[in-house]
């Protein structure tokens, strides 16, 4: 599954610590990278590769919540709810991306396009409200911007 | 006033290191591996009073000074695991001046004898994390980093690591066991991580703004440095200010510089009257807004006051904000980031946010009030580390200054605003 | 000697050496601070929280579990805070605990439980829904796993870590939604996993073996041993009803620690097996037919005294096997050699002379090195491969395999010497070579001579005969001599064959060399020691005395008996003997030659008279012309001597089925019938083990002064004579080889198979791996063979039929097949004798 370059790559990782398993999560990042999510045959060849038995890569991969273990759309859109966010009418912000992409929180839309999910606090609070699209911050949200930013995600790629 | 942490922020390309030195910087560690011993750095940290910018506020220079002597080799971890709600002012620092950063580690590395530091960055912090590995590149190319640095004899290595979503992990162990590449569950103590951190060696952990500071002290000495802020609170502090106000964002300020400076000169004033505030993250006690005209923003007065100054996160929150929905919010925060490991934090954050989920929903009861503060007092120093400590601090503190509310919103089974 | 430290707790002064922590500090007064993560053979933890002690001057209340005592300092562990956290901790964990203990097999032996009547609270202040996680789910046909009644305390992925060194389970998610499961779809596969449901605080990891067989009061607990193995691990048998419902560890440092292996632990099914023997069975017309006591002991007794009158008392013998206790043992010996009159009395599996046992387990234990020949810890003594793991795991202690076949432990980089098979003393003298050219040795007498035996050994010659890189030899040198306390193990078939005794004297050269305790023997039977002891050999009296006269006539006025002085035949020759016809009757004792040995079935066939006292029909049984019923080790009392010469006590848990006799008895009855007294029967002349173990006292120098009194529940190491330590010439002799059949066989037993008392319990049995041949990859595609493919191995004398299973595991050359898999004898294969069995794979 895990190809011959990511391998390779994540034995380059282990040598930047001075504890080869100190690479694990970045392991997982480069595996996530390439699959998109960490299904268990993707984290039995992380195991492999990191020297380290699959029930602790897969459970430190469990612990963290930027680790996929289920299959998520092109964008991931990750709403902070958290206090700041929220008191700027974060909850607006995910009813309005409810209703533009029509799908609840936790759900991917059909054409695999969006996944909508919350999140706790991004560190962007005086910029609230926020939302993080795979690794993109977008700040300081309005229904307008949000319009524009979903039509800009749907156009790219395919 | 002038800057001197946010000096560059705003610079164009100011995470460049050309602009970067342009404006002066690696000075200070040009000046520090010529003029100082790492003893002597050590003391002059001490001598400034500097104090942990991530939340407990412990005297840098009294930490370092904790390593065990002649144990090697030793590291230094940079916390940018920022992670407490209403907090931004790291990302603020990594992001527009990533070589102040760097500057501090390597200066404090040398202090302390470490041959290898990391940064650890909490996951989410992309564009952050991109932009301190080039700066590290960079660093290494102009010989800031690596082998023989600016010809001194001293060698480091510098790792930017990413963490991945975890709270809990700001908690100086649990990063360093996320470090190891483990669940972040946080470690026994004793043994501290000065004697046995990282892989079990003396190690030194520091947030991004107390490493950011270094360079400062190191260029203008401990007692310019103490001439800012108050006799126990000494030195420079970013707030990052959120919520109702009319400018949020990161201010620097003198510690012990009024609250309402802060809130009315620096943010723009609050876009509401003021209901509460909570001013040092989510996790410090939230103040009501009478106490606010006489408060400074310092660690003393705001134990004084019954909160502290945590993180220097002040989130301002406005009438009209309905208090058990936001505890309840916090709750739910608290619990979705306990790690599990101990009992009373891992039960005792699900059960307070059910209660106030109940509560919150119009199922409250009467007894529900006590029922949260006895559940609260079963966790307050039980839990293993200070995560379920800081879950308490919303709960007791708005049952203490918003009673009437909670009592509102159960026998009316509704909001009160 | 630790300082002591003196501490107060609870108005009571305290002293205990420093380093204590204040949990066992209070522990030594007896008072009881409640534990649920803490595990004293696990590293401190520190998570439930609820052994939280105040202690003045200090902040907060602090985990006595993780706090160590220090000069002066006042602890208060029943405070009104203490209390009022204790049950806080416990209302914490009752808020998702599902309280379903009526169906809990914990119930009655849960922590958890325990803990709420003592400390927790009266009545439930939670009124929100309860969690719900996976109930009652399989982790493996073994374990079953319930994640509401877990606590998340950690013990058995700790446990996984710390001790098995193999982490298949752990933490998945965290904080309320942590749960402790293995990977994806993965079954919990280990022989040690059923270790987590003894140290489990409560019902999260329960026995699908014992699962709803009986509620913990219920069960009466009788201290005994394992009978599976040499190790000897101390066990508890639940009993119910007359039915051993349970087996669990049962501390003994000296033994097993507490520790089991999962076939020690679940696999004791065989006793309530519908194949039982429960009546005598008595050949007529040519089948098995039941009969009663007094018709098949009359017909043994006039068949053998039949027998010995017309063709002398050469004509007769007696197997026995060192699965039986030393009270059958010896009574066996005892009647062969006074009733049957012959010294034609021997065992399966008997070790060679000059094997010595294991140093002790503590030894084993604390090595910096351990060389293991020949043998597999995993499949052999599983209880000493998790001590070996935990060593080499946590302590860094060096495992150097000697072995053709890769196993576990060579995990461990120790290094792993691949030899060729029959090359083995090559290769010891080789290690000796390096050791004396580099002056690694320790200081000893007759170093010269040594140098000039091995001479002719330097590395690049041993790699050229065995096959094993020189410079892998030096290396394995060298971590041998670098280790303080190396241990020197191996396995008996190492010193069995032709070329044994030259293997022995090379390993014992190694070990004087390096300053090591003398090489102790992998025992695989669970009394492989003590049956020798008893003298159930053909040149051994008990306490293995010599058959010399003097002894002879001493040991005849005690059994108050004319001694044969006639040299007896081993059990080679015995079967030997039988195939010529001039051994006509044999009595077999709970072993399986039919199966076991190269020549058993045919040999067993030209028998006139054959009796065989067993559990099943074995092969061997359904040979016979008389079967007897036997009871199983929980039938009987008895003593097991262990690997490392260890003395131990089984209590009688069972009574027997139907009309099941243990060993002794029947032997005693059967003497009676043939009108002598073997001794060792009560007034009322029932059969009494303690007597025997008396008379044992009296005649076996080793076992002098032992009763069952001074046993107790711990047993006593006994400590027969080793020679005199010296240097020896160890010759190699290259092992003949056969073009026809170019690989050489090694043969090696797994822990799950398919011998008679395991492959008739239930669930385990499952677990048995089919009948396979490994194969190198290498050789595999020369021969154009691929994995799973079904193949005939054969050798000179007779052929299987198996599946290849091709893996590096085996080195080029040779081929791996394990015992008692098959419906087929392995052992057919092999000419009783020869040092190499070489055979040829051909694909069916």
New interface residues.
Partial sequence: MLSENAKAEIEQLKGKYPDPKSALLPALYVAQREHGWLSPEVMRDVAEVMDLPPAEVASVASFYTMFNRQPVGENLIQVCTNISCSLLGAEHIVEYLKSKLGIDVGETTPDNKFTLVTVECLGSCGTAPMMQVNDTYYENLTEEKIDRILAELAERKG | MEKFLLRNVGVPNSHEIDVYIGRGGYQALAKALKEFEPQELVNLVRESGLRGRGGAGFPAGVKWSFLPKGVY?RYLVCNAD???????K??VLIEHDPHGLIEGIIISSYACEVE?AFIYI??????GAKRLEKAVAQAYERGYLGRNILGSGYDLEL?V???????VCGEETGLLT???????HPK?KPPFPASQGL?RKPTIINNVETLFNVPFIVEHGAEWYKGFGTERSPGLKLF?????VNK???YELPLGTPMMTLINDYAGGPSKPIKTV?PGG?STPMLPPDVLETLTLDYEALAAAGSMLGSG?V?V??EG?CIVR?VE??AE?Y??????????C??????LY??MH?IEHGQGREEDID?LLDICD?IS????CPLGDAALGPITSSIKHFRDEYLYHIRERRCMV | MEPLVTLTIDDREVTVPAGTTVLNAAKSVGIEIPTLCYYEKLAPFGGCRICLVEIEKMRGLQTACTTVVRPDMVVRTASPEVLKTRKAILEFLLTNHPLDCPVCDKGGECDLQDFVFKWGPTESRYIEEKRHKRKAYALSPLIVKDEERCVLCRRCVRYLEEWADDLQLDYFERGRLTRVDTFPGQPFDSVFSGNTIDICPVGALTSRVFRFRARSWELEKVPSVCAYCGVGCNITLDVKTNKLRRISGRENPAVNDGWLCDKGRFAHQYIDSPERITRPLVRKDGELRPASWDEALNLVSQRLREIVRESGPRSVGGVGSATVTNEAAYLFQKFVRTVLGTNNVDHLGRLPDGARPLPSMTEVREADAILLFGADTLEEAPVIELFIRRAANLKGTKVIVANPRRINLTRYGGPWLAYRPGTEVALLNGLAHVILAEGLHKEGRRVAELKEWVKDYPPDKVEEITAVPAETLREAARVLTEAQKAVLIYGPDTVRGPNGQACLTALNNLALLIGAHEPGCLAQEPNSWGVLDMGLAPHLYPGRQRLDDKVRERLGKRWKAQLPSEAGLGLDEMLKAALDGELEALYIMAANPAMDHPIGDEALEKLKFLVVQDLFLTETAQLADVVLPAASFAEADGTFTNMAGRVQRLHQALRPLAEVKPHGQIIVDLARVMGQEIGATMPLEHYSPQAVMEEIARVAAPYEGLSYGSLGDDGIPVTTEGGTRRFAQADFRPPATDAAYPLALVTGRLLYDRSPLFARSEIMRQLVPEPFVEINPADAETLRIADQDAVTVSSARDSLELRARVSDDIRPGCVFVPLHLNEMPVVALSEAGAAVTWVKVTKR
């Avoid at chain 2, 909490?122 to 564009?127: H, L, Q, S």
């Avoid at chain 2, 990052?240 to 109702?244: K, L, V």
């Avoid at chain 2, 120093?381 to 293993?384: A, T």
């Fill in positions: 080799p920022e992670g407490e709600p209403g907090t931004f790291d990302r290898h909490r996951g989410e912090y992309v564009f790792t690591h990413r963490g991945a979503g975890s709270y996320s470090l190891e590449g483990d669940r972040g026994l892989y990052c200010i959120s919520g109702h949020p964002g990161v909570i989510s996160a989130i929150v406005g904000t936001l919010r916090l925060f619990r979705h980031e306990s790690c599990g490991k101990c009992i009373p891992r039960e005792g954050t699900d059960w059910k209660i109940r029922l079963n120093g039980k839990s293993f």
